[in-house]
């Protein structure tokens, strides 16, 4: 890549838009290193660009690729690296060819390569996949929207703060005054001890 900050959408599109077996290898030729190293919530891979054409491949066969949507991409320089934040559209097989998108966050080390007539261009040298969800859940039809939705999945925290708020009034009520004060008691003589240690670990390097 001669410019990482845009380079980085064609390569990613190469690999999971719609893609041919083809076309991945070689994208993944290109643009990623022989001994490119693969991190993923399922697997990890370090065996070089062979092994990860081959799990691209099959990730393809298996998930059926549709395409991509980019949230954020950021790219530091001076650390030779990048961060991608996305999510890739998929047809499974397992979820009987409904869509399935997932989110996820790819870290992404790069390094210099001098190609043909002396240019410097970055290649990917290693890649890191960090998923929002499941995907194996996400993959179950039915269960899988269910288990994708944020409104579900606010609803479920809201009930539980509310779960807790509620059974903690009930045992400030039901609860003896003596226990809950022994044990609110107790735990205020510890966080006192643990402030003393730490008021005389303080001192003790002031006088050094």
């Not at 991945?24 to 065996?47: C, E, R, S, W």
């Not at 934040?85 to 060819?97: I, K």
Request: charged residues 25%; hydrophobic residues 45%.
């Amino acid at each position: 890549m001669e410019d990482p900050r845009t380079d980085i959408e064609y390569v990613v599109r190469g690999l999971v838009e719609k893609p041919t077996l083809r076309r991945q290898a070689a994208v993944l030729h290109k643009y990623f290193t022989p001994d490119v190293q693969f991190y993923h919530i399922y697997i990890n891979t370090n065996g070089g660009l062979r092994d990860l054409i081959a799990i691209y491949q099959f990730a393809e066969l298996a998930l059926n690729y549709q395409g991509v949507v980019f949230h954020r991409i950021v790219y530091d320089d001076t650390q030779n690296c990048m961060s991608l934040e996305m999510t890739v559209d998929t047809r499974p097989w397992l979820s009987l060819g409904a869509t399935v998108s997932l989110r996820f966050n790819t870290l992404v080390q790069l390094e210099d390569w001098r190609v043909e007539g002396g240019k410097t261009v970055k290649k990917i040298k290693v890649q890191k996949d960090y998923f929002l969800r499941s995907p194996t859940l996400q993959f179950i039809p039915i269960f899988g929207r269910i288990y994708d939705s944020d409104t579900i999945r606010f609803v479920l925290g809201w009930m539980m703060a509310t779960f807790f708020m509620l059974a903690r009034t009930l045992f400030l009520i039901f609860c003896p005054a003596t226990l809950w004060h022994g044990l609110i008691g107790l735990w205020s003589r510890e966080i006192e001890a643990e402030e003393e240690d730490a008021r005389t670990v303080l001192a003790e390097g002031l006088k050094r």
